[in-house]
């Protein structure tokens, strides 16, 4: 299994976002600034494994 565990910080606001028309970026609906990060972590018989990094 290799899950991605993005999260998604927003200085302000409620939290909420809105998909933006491209289908890939994201958008605070207040207008906070954001910043969002990614690590994706295989889980192996052998324990996780770490595959990317910020």
Excluded: N
Excluded at 17 to 30: E, F, I, M, Q
């Amino acid at each position: 299994m290799v899950p991605a565990i993005e999260p998604m910080f927003v200085a302000g606001g409620d939290g909420r976002y809105r998909v933006a028309p491209d289908g890939w970026r994201l958008h605070s609906v207040s207008g906070a600034r954001a910043a969002h990060s990614e690590h994706t972590v295989a889980v192996t018989d052998d324990g996780p494994r770490v595959l990317a990094l910020p």
